[in-house]
């Protein structure tokens, strides 16, 4: 069993790298990917200034750790991409990157929304056209498409996080239907990148997943762990992986 999404305390994640690679070996898992958050464009994260060296040392520290483990390990970040798909990354990080996950943690949305109006029609109309761009952009995974919705522009101080989950799974109901599901299936297979099975919120749902099977769309399996308690726990997308026949990604180890 794999786990391509992964995060220490580099960026949000409960424990250091040395814990994140002793806990995957311990659970027998054949390989995993520490995706920490690399993004300058991101005021919600508490790295949101951390400097390339800095990610670079951090890549260091965990191939000198994971050398001789048994569990391979891969390195790389999960970051957003502006509005057209472009990564805000550098030439230099993304050599090194053997993985980059790109998710849609924010829209560039300007207009106004009430609070609480999470069904609101054009700004997920701009979100559909992100993530279209994004599946044809540069990166390997299209990260949580469903899953960890971008709904805190309309404010989620009254939510609770089952209710959070619950208001993400009916905007996909309401709003992402085939046609825009072909049509990002088609772009994923043009631009070969991946699209992320989400164990942490079991997304997307099984009609999006059988339909992107059809299309040819390879799939990356990932926990998103940030509490260890759900590092690995990724049974789920192994069940989806069997009922269709998945085709999985696999990444490929860059040279520092």
Not at 156 to 166: C, H, P
Not at 211 to 240: C, P, Q
Request: include cysteine; glycine fraction near 6%.
């Amino acid at each position: 069993m794999v786990d391509y999404h992964i995060h220490t305390n580099f960026s949000d994640g409960e424990v250091d790298y040395k814990t994140v690679i002793d806990l995957a070996a311990k659970k027998g898992l054949e390989a995993i990917a520490i995706t920490d958050h690399f993004d300058k464009n991101d005021s919600n994260l508490r790295n949101q200034f951390a400097t390339e060296e800095e990610l670079l040392k951090h890549f260091s520290n965990i191939k000198e750790y994971a050398a001789g483990k048994p569990v391979k390990v891969f390195c790389g970040v999960e970051t957003c991409t502006d509005f057209d798909g472009r990564l805000n990354l550098s030439e230099r990080i993304q050599k090194i990157c053997d993985v980059i996950i790109t998710s849609p943690h924010y829209v560039e949305y300007d207009a106004h929304v009430e609070q609480e109006d999470y069904f609101n029609k054009a700004y997920w109309d701009a979100y559909k056209q992100k993530l279209l761009h994004m599946a044809a952009g540069k990166g390997d995974v299209l990260g949580h498409p469903e899953g960890y919705l971008p709904i805190g522009k309309f404010g989620t101080g009254n939510t609770t996080y089952e209710s959070r989950q619950k208001i993400c799974r009916e905007i996909c109901e309401r709003f992402f239907d085939r046609d825009f599901i072909d049509e990002l299936g088609n772009r994923l297979v043009k631009s070969q990148k991946s699209y992320e099975l989400h164990c942490a919120t079991f997304t997307p749902r099984e009609t999006v997943i059988s339909r992107l099977a059809e299309k040819g769309v390879t799939f990356s399996i990932g926990s998103d762990a940030h509490a260890m308690n759900i590092l690995g726990e990724t049974e789920w997308a192994y069940k989806m992986v069997r009922k269709y026949n998945l085709i999985l990604y696999q990444p490929e180890e860059k040279t520092m």
